[in-house]
């Protein structure tokens, strides 16, 4: 695997040092990370922020629970894939660790697909419009996308390759960090994708309340997820990971291949012939006053 390499006499200074405690120290010796504590508190108020709209859709907010919860064994399963794929000859070395869930971490952009098959795949047997929970899951998605990344400072991870730009950054201090070579000042890769995934949000939530995307057929999650995807690609040009295939690393190979995914299912829906069957046409009343009338599965 991968390690960086620096030559101490020569680390310019960073503009922008973090120098601060990143654990949470609790009574009774536990010991939790900030960054821990911070995504915790960005997943819930996603999950607020998907039930409120989920109520203005109509949906049933109850089943939002079951699809949120139905995202996390194909994240974790996405995103082991997409991990093992960027260190493929570790792993092919070392097939044992593919499953040891204390060595490595997990790839953010297959998790994200990972995700969304478990989730849509549990929304289908609960009978859930596929394209009203798309549209409710776009711009928190994109919320706990940006928030998250912004959050990975609170550890120090994320951080991307050395740089002596003026806000190039540095962790200094006992740690734990969550980078390699913290101190050595770099590009804040991490705070480069949580800005511009906030930004799209910020454009897209405008786009709404002003009546765009009416339309209930995922067009609005394609955009989210597509654009979210191409701001990932580009920032991976700043990443520590080696490049693969166009200056890319492969974590850049699978964004871009994301937002061509994208690129394809949204064209796909706009240009859906008028006469065709519309998925939702099965759903035109979405409220179940009643528990027991939710459909069988």
Known sequence: MPTLRYTPAIVPTAIIAFDFDPLLRLADGLVVRWQT???V???AAALVIAGLIARREGLRPDDLLFIAVATVPGAVFG???GYVLLH???YAANTGAIVDPGQGSLE????VVGGLLSGSYVAALLGAPFGHWLRTAALPLLFVLG???LAMVLGGSGQGQPSDLAWATAFVGAGPWGSLAPELPSHPSQAYEGIATLV????L????AAEGFQARDGRLFAVALGAWAVARAAISLTWRDPTAIGGLSAGGLIAAAIALGCLVAFIAVVRRRPGSRDPEAAHPEVTWADPETRPRF
């Not at 939530?205 to 709404?208: D, F, S």
Request: glycine residues 12%.
């Open 108 to 111: 953010l952009g297959l998790a």
């Open 205 to 208: 939530t405008l786009a709404v």
């Open 41 to 43: 508190a960005i997943i």
């Open 37 to 39: 504590v911070a995504l």
């Open 79 to 81: 995103g082991r894939l």
């Open 147 to 149: 928030a998250g990344k």
């Open 88 to 90: 493929v000859d570790y």
């Open 200 to 203: 799209i949000l910020t454009v």
